[in-house]
């Protein structure tokens, strides 16, 4: 079956332009998350979302990160008015979530973005 | 503050030693995890441990959660250069609860 995909795999903006990244998480799998990278780094939540429930929005770094997930599908991510701070690979990870369990997070490849 | 601090944050060796990597907290985990990043990947998971002081071996990998379920570490015995990436230790506080990344420790082994 297939796992969990992300586009694009490369993105190279300039300072100040608006990026949107793409995840396509395993289907069925009811919970999503973002996370940022930097080179050989920890994983930097960003946002999860759960089914219905509103998303857990308290790790986007500022305003200008944003996201969404249409049908509890796709999850779109955007950073608006990018920086060069902003460089890193942004992965995306989704499970299959329940309230007892202990959970397993399946991730993608990751976007690399690169802002000059 | 980091929940989940690890150590060491580098580490090279040479094919054929032996190393461990420590994931520590002040606090307590229900189930605490261990996932593998190769270049260009995500992480993938190695292993999950629940219980204080369950040891699960995975080949040349030993891992172990602490009595107090606050620290684990992952032990590799005869390191080899396919055992090369990000190591990355993730916990949950209680169950059902979105995991907590530690920093990660990037490993090379050398042939």
């Known amino acids: 079956g297939a796992g969990v995909s992300q586009s694009p795999s490369n993105k190279v903006t300039e300072k100040g332009k608006d990026v949107e990244l793409r995840c396509d998480p395993i289907s069925g799998h009811t919970a999503l998350y973002w996370y940022r990278q930097s080179l050989g780094q920890g994983l930097e939540f960003l946002i999860y979302?759960?089914?219905?429930?509103?998303?857990?929005k308290s790790g986007l770094p500022s305003d200008r990160f944003s996201a969404e997930r249409t049908g509890g599908s796709v999850s779109t991510l955007t950073i608006q008015r990018t920086q060069q701070e902003d460089s890193a690979v942004y992965l995306c990870?989704?499970?299959?979530?329940?309230?007892?369990?202990?959970?397993?997070?399946?991730f993608g490849p990751g976007t690399r973005l690169l802002v000059l | 503050t980091q929940l989940l601090e690890q150590s060491p944050q580098f580490l090279s060796i040479q094919e054929g030693e032996n190393l461990t990597v420590y994931c520590n907290s002040s606090s307590v985990f229900s189930s605490l995890q261990w996932y593998r990043q190769e270049p260009g990947e995500g992480p993938v998971l190695l292993v999950t441990?629940?219980?204080?002081?369950e040891v699960k071996k995975l080949k040349r990998l030993t891992f172990q959660f602490g009595d107090a379920r606050k620290d684990s570490s992952l032990h590799i015995t005869a390191a080899q250069p396919g055992d090369t990436g990000l190591y990355l230790c993730a916990g949950a506080r209680t169950s059902g609860s979105r995991l907590t990344f530690g920093e990660g420790t990037q490993l090379t082994v050398n042939p």
């Open positions: 441990v629940v219980t204080g002081g």
């Open positions: 979302f759960q089914g219905n429930s509103a998303p857990d």
């Open positions: 990870a989704s499970s299959l979530r329940t309230s007892g369990g202990v959970e397993t997070q399946y």
